[in-house]
């Protein structure tokens, strides 16, 4: 998988691409990402990219110009299964998401920033339109960096054991069961005894009884269509 973001802080994505699970992911070859600078395709001497909206109002628009002049050059070597624009007004990132982006080959991600993007560019080049929640960040960057993880980590042969993603919070709906680890005994606490009793059907049902006695409690929406 090859995934394309343009940003104006692309100094903002470094860190998160250059640790944990996503950093091995790219070691690996299982991935590439390549952050574009968009002030490198602005023309003027001060590299703008924004300006005041048309009919006023607070805050800073990006300019349609450098934003197209990039996606001009990106879609020119390579074509794109989704171009993605990261707003709050898009709609909102969900397991599911995740999971069909896994599947493509090369994602393009727009980061907007300031008041967002000319509505040219949505009209013209956008695919998709994508929040990580209701709340307004002051760019898409953060949301790129959650997007990417979210689909990244579903890509076969990133994660340690293939099956650890099927099992996460949301797969089918779901929210997890909990989940212990050692010591066995912590501050008076036991680990459920069916967990350590060996007998795998015992222990799947057990957490599937959890998992749906959670997901009752904390969020019923989920069970909605079931």
């Given at each position: 998988?090859?995934?394309?973001?343009?940003?104006?802080?692309?100094?903002?994505?470094?860190?998160?691409?250059?640790?944990?699970?996503?950093?091995?992911?790219?070691?690996?070859?299982?991935?590439?990402?390549?952050?574009?600078?968009?002030?490198?395709?602005?023309?003027?001497?001060?590299?703008q990219v924004d300006d005041y909206p048309y009919g006023g109002g607070a805050?800073?628009?990006?300019?349609?110009?450098?934003?197209?002049?990039?996606?001009?050059?990106?879609?020119?070597?390579?074509?794109?299964?989704?171009?993605?624009?990261?707003?709050?007004?898009?709609?909102?990132?969900?397991?599911?998401?995740?999971?069909?982006?896994?599947?493509?080959?090369?994602?393009?991600?727009?980061?907007?920033?300031?008041?967002?993007?000319?509505?040219?560019?949505?009209d013209h080049w956008i695919t998709r339109e994508i929040?990580?929640?209701?709340?307004?960040?002051?760019?898409?960057?953060?949301?790129?960096?959650?997007?990417?993880?979210?689909?990244?980590?579903?890509?076969?042969?990133?994660?340690?054991?293939?099956?650890?993603?099927?099992?996460?919070?949301?797969?089918?709906?779901?929210?997890?069961?909990?989940?212990?680890?050692?010591?066995?005994?912590?501050?008076?606490?036991?680990?459920?005894?069916?967990?350590?009793?060996?007998?795998?059907?015992?222990?799947?049902?057990?957490?599937?009884?959890?998992?749906?006695?959670?997901?009752?409690?904390?969020?019923?929406?989920?069970?909605?269509?079931?």
């Amino acid at each position: 998988m090859r995934i394309d973001i343009i940003t104006v802080l692309p100094e903002l994505l470094e860190s998160p691409f250059g640790a944990s699970i996503v950093k091995r992911a790219i070691e690996k070859g299982l991935v590439e990402i390549h952050l574009h600078a968009l002030r490198d395709y602005a023309t003027n001497k001060y590299k703008q990219v924004d300006d005041y909206p048309y009919g006023g109002g607070a805050g800073m628009v990006l300019m349609a110009e450098p934003i197209d002049r990039c996606m001009e050059a990106l879609t020119a070597e390579r074509d794109y299964d989704e171009i993605i624009y990261l707003t709050p007004d898009g709609e909102r990132l969900d397991q599911g998401i995740a999971n069909e982006l896994s599947l493509s080959g090369n994602l393009l991600l727009l980061c907007g920033h300031y008041k967002g993007v000319d509505q040219r560019i949505r009209d013209h080049w956008i695919t998709r339109e994508i929040s990580i929640g209701d709340y307004v960040l002051s760019g898409g960057e953060l949301g790129a960096a959650v997007l990417c993880d979210a689909i990244v980590r579903l890509l076969p042969g990133v994660l340690g054991n293939e099956t650890s993603a099927l099992t996460d919070t949301f797969q089918d709906n779901l929210l997890a069961p909990p989940i212990y680890t050692r010591p066995q005994e912590f501050k008076g606490m036991q680990v459920p005894e069916v967990l350590t009793s060996g007998h795998q059907a015992r222990i799947d049902a057990w957490r599937e009884e959890k998992a749906l006695e959670r997901t009752r409690e904390r969020r019923p929406d989920l069970l909605e269509n079931e």
